[in-house]
Each structure stands twice: as structure tokens, then as C-alpha cells.
T-cell receptor, first 110, second 114 residues
Framework: QQQVKQSPQSLIVQKGGIPIINCAYE??????FPWYQQFPGKGPALLIA?????SEKKEGRFTISFNKSAKQFSLHIMDSQPGDSATYFC?????????FGTGTSLTVIP | ETGVTQSPTHLIKTRGQQVTLRCSSQ?????VSWYQQALGQGPQFIFQ???????GRGNFPPRFSGLQFPNYSSELIVNALELDDSALYLC?????????????FGSGTRLTVV
């Protein structure tokens, strides 16, 4: 059973657009929600993360919005660039184990 | 450049064989986790080691085992390989006392079972 559901599966935006990737979870014991960026042939790299006591977090062009009551969180990428083209994974954790979403393949067209 | 190094980068094995994958973490990273990432999927947690002892395991059978060494290196051993074991295997480590967000992933080993 997928602990974290991610959508959309793929996304294409123009340069400067704001792609939004959504994730939902069921387990209320999760207390840490990171987003990872993965390029082909590389391992996931941590982009930004949030804890459930905060509704929004910004780091550079990346913003996480968190809705605890709806058990949903999303990643917004401001002023997207072709170099942002990658696969993005949301994840949730409580303790040792991360549960990852199925990934979103983002393509930013110049 | 990540501080976690995995070897080999690619590997082809025959069904039924055993395989050992290696991970070298940076100094001070005494917690290591292993993940399996099937093509087009998110990583799935296999297990975690802390101070050379397994202290967490995902939904993987016992033929997936591991070792962690005092020099911050670790191994993932898979016995009796099956075709479905073909995947990217990722190692992630963090420093002593680090929270979950301290994990650094390696670039992975691509295992193909034929």
C-alpha cells in the first residue's frame, strides 16, 4: 500500500512558470516531510523539508505548502528554469524510515 | 559531490546468484539506510544500520541482509537473486545525532538480474 500518494506523474512547463507537485498521506504519525530532486544516474538530493507545525516554508525558489488537516503537502517551484528538469519525490517519515511518493518528472521548456 | 560513494555503479547477475553492494559514507556518519528504487518508482526502504546493528527494516525478505563496519562503510547482500530484484540500490547515511533530514544519498548501484 502506497503510504504517500504523489501527483501528477509528469509535468511540462515553460521557463518562468510555477510547477506545483502535490502529495497526500494517511499516517498521522509522520512528522517530517522532505522533497527530493533526482537527476538521471544520480541519487536523490534533499531540496527542502517541513515539519507539521509549520504551514509554509520557503528556500530560494522552492516553497512547501503544508495542510495538516487535509494531510496534504505540495512543492511550488518559482521562476522555473530548464535546469530544474528532473524527477521530484515527496517523502514522509516518522523515525528511521522514509516513505517516498512515486515521483513527478518535470520538464521545463526554454 | 556527495559524501556517500557506492560501488559498483552497474552490475549484471544471474538469477539465483548472490550479490554484494558496497557503500562508503563520510566520516562521522554512523547511521546508514539502504533503499531499492525500481524503474519509474520512488525508493523503498530496505533496512537501516546504526553502530553496526540493524535497527529498522522495511517489507523485504531475509535474503536481503546487511553489514556495517567501524570505518563507516557498509554492504547490502542479496541472496538467491530474482528477476524482480533488478533495480537501483541506494545507500543513505547521516551523522551521529543527526535528524532524518541529515541523510545524504549516494548515486546508487544499478543491478540487473538476468
Amino acid at each position: 500500500q502506497q503510504q504517500v500518494k504523489q501527483s501528477p506523474q509528469s509535468l511540462i512547463v515553460q521557463k518562468g512558470g510555477i510547477p506545483i507537485i502535490n502529495c497526500a498521506y494517511e499516517n498521522t504519525a509522520f512528522d517530517y516531510f522532505p522533497w527530493y530532486q533526482q537527476f538521471p544516474g544520480k541519487g536523490p538530493a534533499l531540496l527542502i523539508a517541513i515539519r507539521p507545525d509549520v504551514s509554509e516554508k520557503k528556500e530560494g525558489r522552492f516553497t512547501i505548502s503544508f495542510n495538516k488537516s487535509a494531510k496534504q503537502f505540495s512543492l511550488h517551484i518559482m521562476d522555473s528554469q530548464p535546469g530544474d528538469s528532473a524527477t521530484y519525490f515527496c517523502a514522509a517519515s516518522s523515525g528511521n524510515q522514509f516513505y517516498f511518493g512515486t515521483g513527478t518528472s518535470l520538464t521545463v521548456i526554454p | 559531490e556527495t559524501g556517500v560513494t557506492q560501488s559498483p555503479t552497474h552490475l549484471i547477475k544471474t538469477r539465483g546468484q548472490q550479490v554484494t553492494l558496497r557503500c562508503s559514507s563520510q566520516s562521522g556518519h554512523n547511521t546508514v539506510s539502504w533503499y531499492q528504487q525500481a524503474l519509474g518508482q520512488g525508493p523503498q526502504f530496505i533496512f537501516q544500520y546504526y553502530r553496526e546493528e540493524e535497527n529498522g527494516r522495511g517489507n523485504f525478505p531475509p535474503r536481503f541482509s546487511g553489514l556495517q563496519f567501524p570505518n563507516y562503510s557498509s554492504e547490502l547482500i542479496v541472496n538467491a537473486l530474482e528477476l524482480d530484484d533488478s533495480a537501483l540500490y541506494l545507500c543513505a547515511s547521516r551523522e551521529k545525532g543527526g535528524r532524518n533530514y541529515g541523510y545524504t544519498f549516494g548515486s546508487g548501484t544499478r543491478l540487473t538480474v538476468v
